[in-house]
């Protein structure tokens, strides 16, 4: 069955901290994966995604997540976070074929303190 | 321009009513979709339209009905309301074919009283 799990729920830091969120899958074909953020209030917007190549992608506002497939993992990272990065995170999976349809995980709600 | 765009942002309405929620995307796609977000967060696809064609339906309860007239509007109706309806739903749409990004809309938040 394809899943999606996020093990940390909630995150508090501080500004400058480093993050990284957990994310990981399960699913027996080809992956495309996701990290969508939600601002309090606000649509998901995409941060990066994976579909094939360099395993470490960069996305906006200073991402990055790396695919490891030994790992079933898409861990997202950020050197130093910052007060407007206060959001909700989603991993997702792309289950390819023609349905094109996600499947997120549980989410993680990342507050940073200034 | 908003790329997928919803109306109502916001609807609060008594069990047992009727509503819709509409949904337009002006980024050509051919793919659309339904998603529904809990009061805690877990979001679920409900339906997924491909050029008009359903290709999606998670097991929704058939009070809840989407009509795609042409592939760049997809809109939700849902008969007989119940307050576990409540929830924020989201509008999206792709490029059709696997492995391509989805664009959200801004929600509806659906309110059962």
């Known amino acids: 069955a394809q899943s999606v799990s996020q093990h940390n729920h909630h995150v508090i830091l501080s500004e400058a901290a480093s993050l990284e969120l957990g994310c990981n899958y399960s699913y027996g074909g080809t992956v495309n994966l996701f990290w969508y953020v939600q601002y309090p209030g606000q649509h998901l917007q995409l941060l990066l995604k994976?579909?094939?190549?360099?395993?470490l992608v960069k996305g906006i506002k200073g991402f990055e997540a790396e695919f490891i497939k030994s790992k079933f993992s898409f861990n997202l990272r950020k050197p130093s976070v910052q007060w407007s990065d206060t959001a909700e995170y989603f991993c997702a999976l792309g289950a390819g074929g023609a349905t094109n349809k996600l499947i997120f995980g549980t989410g993680t709600l990342l507050a940073v303190q200034p | 321009d908003t790329a997928v765009s919803q109306t109502p942002k916001y609807l609060v309405t008594q069990m047992g009513n009727d509503k819709s929620i509409k949904c337009e995307q002006n980024l050509g796609h051919d793919t659309m979709y339904w998603y529904k977000q809990d009061s805690k967060k877990f979001l679920k696809i409900m339906f997924s339209?491909?050029?008009?064609?359903?290709?999606i339906n998670e097991t929704v309860p058939n009070r809840f009905s989407p009509k795609s007239p042409d592939k760049a509007h997809l809109n939700l109706h849902i008969n007989s309301l119940e307050l576990g309806d409540s929830a924020v739903y989201f509008c999206?749409?792709?490029?059709?074919?696997?492995?391509?990004?989805?664009?959200f809309g801004q929600g509806t938040r659906l309110t059962v009283v």
């Open positions: 339209y491909n050029n008009k064609e359903l290709i």
């Open positions: 999206a749409s792709s490029r059709a074919g696997g492995g391509t990004e989805a664009f």
């Open positions: 994976y579909f094939s190549g360099d395993p």
